[in-house]
């Protein structure tokens, strides 16, 4: 096991996906979108750094669940930690959500180093893309700015191409 730097976390969320979430706030984050609502979390050397092994821990003693959000910061800065967790999550039934700055193209791509690609095949949905202050509009379920995307990423990946979920689909979850 590894470790993991967080902000913070929220063991009972209705906001950061569909169902009760307990989410997890990576600390570091590159992209510097102006009106981010965590500006706390971009300092990677901020927050505090945990064992990946009792970060698991508590997340499995945490009753209610349906699922666990990485959001942050960028939980891609930290690959290994998502891929550690992500799994042990998996096992316990949860779904997955992340949250990152980089679209999921550019992390294909490599943009987010190696690891980060091996970490989204972990996931159950991406939500990509750099928060865009002025497309904060209020109507994008899920998802701080419109030009952000909720991506069903075991379909991307097996069919090459990126499908993004109907909100409608997602409210079903």
């Not at 970060?55 to 499995?60: A, S, T, Y």
């Not at 998996?90 to 970490?119: C, H, M, R, S, V």
Request: with cysteine.
């Amino acid at each position: 096991m590894s470790t993991v730097r967080i902000s913070g976390v929220k063991k009972h969320s209705s906001v950061n996906g569909p169902g009760v979430r307990y989410v997890l706030f990576f600390q570091g984050c590159p992209h510097n979108c102006p009106g981010c609502q965590n500006p706390e979390t971009h300092d990677p050397m901020g927050g505090t750094e945990r064992n990946t092994a009792d970060v698991i821990r508590e997340i499995l003693q945490t009753k209610y669940l349906d699922g666990l959000t990485f959001s942050g910061g960028d939980p891609l800065l930290q690959p290994q930690a998502v891929i550690e967790i992500a799994d042990a999550a998996k096992k316990a039934g949860l779904n997955i959500w992340l949250y990152t700055g980089w679209t999921f193209e550019q992390i294909l791509k490599g943009a987010a180093g190696e690891t980060a690609k091996e970490a989204l095949t972990r996931l159950d949905v991406l939500v990509d893309g750099p928060f865009v202050e002025k497309l904060k509009t209020g109507r994008a379920i899920w998802r701080g700015s419109d030009n952000q995307r909720l991506i069903d990423v075991q379909q991307s990946l097996k069919e090459n191409k990126v499908t993004e979920l109907p909100e409608s689909k997602v409210n079903q979850e």
